[in-house]
Each structure stands twice: as structure tokens, then as C-alpha cells.
Nanobody, 120 residues
Framework: QVQLLESGGGLVQAGGSLRLSCTAS????????MGWYRQASGKQREFVAR???????YYEDSVKGRFTISRDNAKNTVYLQMDSLKPEDTAVYYC??????????????WGQGTLVTVSS
């Protein structure tokens, strides 16, 4: 079985920074995409950023220039550096692994989420 575990959420003032981390564990050979989604209270979950195993990156427009995604393939870990945070970035941030190749199957998986709160 595969598990994704996030860390790094918390409370920060507007204009501040946070760094989220997510590590996938299990009998994993490789992960095609690792990324981040977020869900604000009362809203649908939305895409934030993702990164391929080859290094290609994709960002939602509102976070471009403020957030930076990176990953360590050897550690099956993805990071999200969030700078110039705004109150509207407040949400639960979820890690996602897409096309996770294991000894038994290929699957997608979500982490349990980590709360980011940006105060004005």
C-alpha cells in the first residue's frame, strides 16, 4: 500500500512564507507526477502545482511567481515553497501522487492534508 504524508502547514501572516513537504512511502518504483491541490472552506478542491519525474512543472495561475514546486525522486518527496502568501491562500493543502508504480500495481493517491492559514 502507498501512503502520502504531508507536513509543514501552519499559521503565517500575509506576505510570509511556508514550505510544505510530502513523502510517499511503500513499495514504490517511481512516481510520474507529484503535486499539490488545495481546498478552502466551502469550496471545491483545486489544482495548485505539479511536477513530473523529469522536472516539468505546472502551476495554477494565481500562484505563479509566488509558489515553487520541487521534488527529490530518490526520496519520493515533493516540496512546495510558498512565498508572498495571501489570505486567499488559506486552505487545506493536499499532496497527490499520479501514476505511482509499485511492485503490485499502478495507482494514484492523496495525502491526508495539511492546513495553511494566512492571516491579514
Amino acid at each position: 500500500q502507498v501512503q502520502l504524508l504531508e507536513s509543514g502547514g501552519g499559521l503565517v501572516q500575509a506576505g510570509g512564507s511556508l514550505r510544505l513537504s510530502c513523502t510517499a512511502s511503500g513499495s514504490i518504483f517511481s512516481i510520474n507526477y507529484m503535486g499539490w491541490y488545495r481546498q478552502a472552506s466551502g469550496k471545491q478542491r483545486e489544482f495548485v502545482a505539479r511536477m513530473s519525474s523529469g522536472g516539468s512543472t505546472y502551476y495554477e495561475d494565481s500562484v505563479k511567481g509566488r509558489f515553487t514546486i520541487s521534488r527529490d525522486n530518490a526520496k519520493n518527496t515533493v516540496y512546495l515553497q510558498m512565498d508572498s502568501l495571501k489570505p486567499e491562500d488559506t486552505a487545506v493543502y493536499y499532496c497527490r501522487g499520479e501514476r505511482i508504480y509499485t511492485t503490485h500495481s499502478t495507482l494514484d493517491a492523496w495525502g491526508q492534508g495539511t492546513l495553511v492559514t494566512v492571516s491579514s
